[in-house]
């Protein structure tokens, strides 16, 4: 466990300093220790969640990262043109978005995906 006081460093050295221990898989935080200074404190990562920790699923996303959800306003589109149209621009497969039927072409409809 090493603390680093960091009473005297701007935001972007601080998270420089995050950023490298994340880096070696470590553990950071920045907390007041007794003295009412402001430290990092980096120690090694134990694998037990801790303040501020995510927990990881699959491929390292998180499980509040693995999905995005998002509503589709269309009109005379169908709904393959448009999850087709937006693969496209993401330059990914269109079967990476998944939705639950198809909606009247010709109308304006609001989907979820």
Do not use: P, W
Not at 10 to 28: G, M, V
Not at 30 to 50: L, Q
Not at 86 to 96: S, V
Request: net charge positive; charged share 40%; with cysteine.
């Amino acid at each position: 466990k090493v603390d680093i006081g960091v009473d005297q460093m701007s935001k972007e050295e601080r998270t420089a300093i995050h950023t490298i221990a994340k880096r070696f898989e470590l553990r950071s935080e920045t907390i007041t220790n007794e003295a009412k200074e402001k430290v990092i404190r980096i120690e090694k990562n134990t694998g037990k969640k801790g303040k501020g920790d995510i927990v990881r699923g699959e491929r390292g996303r998180s499980k509040q990262e693995k999905f995005l959800h998002f509503s589709l306003y269309k009109e005379n589109f169908s709904t393959g043109e448009c999850i087709s149209c937006m693969a496209r621009g993401a330059r990914t497969k269109d079967r990476f978005f998944s939705f639950a039927g198809t909606k009247d072409k010709r109308g304006r409809t609001l989907q979820r995906v």
